[in-house]
């Protein structure tokens, strides 16, 4: 029983086994045209051809690489999978739960449920890009 208790302390602790590998894998999304219209106006690496409407995302173990923009693959950072909110007296809400990175210049999120991928780099509004994938389906093994 001490070696059960010592053996699951030390995956929690590195992580092991809750690298949510459900969610792995290759998906077809459909690209934001209108996101990807502006980020190809301002001439950005990060922007598909306008001809494309289709991407492939592989996503695994908490990374997303988003395959063929101009400047070839966007290998994302490795994302937390966060938390269902909780009540004040412990109880969960129930709200789908996302892989979310942001480091205050760049952000990405991916939504499994609702097939939704978006990166932003910098603001927006001011010189920074945004692009989004959704309908993102899971090509089957």
Request: proline letters at 4%; one cysteine or more.
């Amino acid at each position: 029983m001490k070696r059960l208790l010592i053996a699951c302390v030390i995956l929690a602790l590195t992580g092991c086994g809750d690298n949510h590998s459900e969610f792995n894998g290759v998906y077809i999304c459909k690209i934001g045209q209108i996101v990807n219209s502006e980020v190809a106006a301002q001439g950005s690496e990060y922007s598909f051809p306008l001809v494309v409407v289709k991407a492939k995302m592989t996503f695994k173990n908490g990374v997303m690489t988003i395959h063929g923009m101009k400047s070839g693959d966007y290998v994302g950072h490795e994302m937390a999978l966060t938390a269902a909110p909780v009540t004040p007296d412990g109880r969960k809400i129930m709200s789908e739960r996302e892989f979310k990175y942001d480091d205050g210049v760049v952000s990405e999120d991916f939504f499994p449920k609702y097939g939704i991928a978006t990166i932003t780099i910098g603001n927006p509004r001011y010189d920074g890009i945004m692009q989004q994938l959704t309908n993102c389906k899971k090509e089957q093994e």
